[in-house]
């Protein structure tokens, strides 16, 4: 077995076609592959969706061998500032193209620049089209100015469908030749959530520890809680009994090394699953969102953790 390189690199995709779970957004960029022409490019999405990758897949086709020499990555939270814009970015969009009609720009995590910075950006956009074309990157769009917004063609990607994270996971597997149980398959799309990254790295994690991978081996490795755990944790507060869920609190936070965040974020998945009316899930996600603020802004965790379970407690 072959650890050299990270699996989100060793098996990022090259080309458009090995995109997977992404099918009407791989046809819009190879419509632009086509006509050897495209417009500034939105890229919006969670972490781990496929951004990147298509951003430097749609480079490789679309300039060839000579793509290094015509593509520039920057990332925004990095440099976020004015200065980056004016410098970096300018000097190399003002420079015409190597064997291309254009250059591309891939600005990630753009959501990250100040409002000045996207600014002069906006600008930049607008003067060097002739030579060069942007794709920016971004988790909210919402948080890109409307003048950005209207000189891009937006595409949303939202988070991967579990059979897209099977099927690249299974590619993976027979390359490495590793077996993944059932239950770790399983395992592994519980902690991904629609996050092919976080997918990849869980898997190669796993793998360091034998060649064979199950569920057990997948929970240990994420420092997760299986969701059976954290469903005993919330019916053993709704049957008013609080010290029976405080002990297996004190499992979670003490043993397995949890975070505060982490398991709040845990139950509130783990509602919905659970055989109790609606109206009743209506209030625990109220309640949990409630004290997840509160561990936002920088309460104690334990402290806030025990209170939530406590008020599930009372009838």
């Known amino acids: 077995m072959s650890f050299e390189k990270p699996w989100t690199e060793k098996y990022r995709p090259v080309k458009l076609d090995d995109v997977v779970g992404r099918p009407y957004i791989v046809e819009r960029l190879k419509s632009y592959v086509s006509r050897n022409n495209m417009p500034h490019l939105l890229f919006a999405g969670p972490a781990g969706v496929g ?10 086709e679309m300039f060839g061998e000579s793509w290094h020499q015509n593509f520039q ?69 919402s948080k890109i100015i409307p003048p950005i917004q209207s000189r ?32 770790g398959m399983d395992a592994i799309k519980y902690i991904a959530d629609g996050d092919m990254r976080k997918a990849e790295n869980t898997l190669q994690a796993a793998a360091f520890l034998g ?3 199950n569920g057990e081996l997948v929970y240990q490795v994420s420092s997760r809680a299986r969701p059976e755990e954290i469903e005993d944790m919330i019916n053993a507060s709704l049957g008013g009994n609080f010290l029976a869920s405080r002990k297996l609190l004190d499992s979670l936070l003490i043993e397995k090394g949890l975070s505060g965040q982490d398991i709040i974020t845990q139950m509130h998945r783990q509602i919905m699953d659970l055989d109790i009316p609606e109206e009743r899930k209506v209030d625990l996600v109220d309640k949990i969102g409630e004290h997840e603020f509160r561990l ?20």
């Not at 951004?51 to 490789?60: E, G, I, N, P, Y």
């Not at 994270?165 to 993944?180: D, F, G, Q």
């Open 51 to 60: 951004k990147t990758t298509c951003a430097l897949a749609l480079a490789r």
């Open 152 to 183: 891009c063609a937006i595409f949303r990607f939202g988070p991967l469908p579990e059979d897209a994270i099977l099927e690249k996971l299974a590619r993976i597997a027979e390359n490495e030749n590793i077996i993944i149980k059932d239950d």
């Open 73 to 141: 990555e920057t990332n925004a939270s990095d440099e976020r500032g004015i200065n980056v814009v004016r410098e970096r970015i300018k000097d190399f969009a003002r420079t015409m193209s190597m064997g291309g009609n254009f250059k591309i720009i891939f600005l990630d995590e753009s959501d990250a620049l100040t409002p000045d910075a996207q600014n002069a950006l906006r600008r930049t956009m607008e003067i060097y089209t002739s030579t060069c074309r942007f794709i920016l990157s971004c988790n909210y769009s």
């Open 211 to 213: 060649k064979e991978i």
């Open 296 to 315: 936002v802004e920088g309460s104690n965790e334990r402290i806030q953790l025990e209170a939530l379970l406590a008020r599930l407690s009372k009838k």
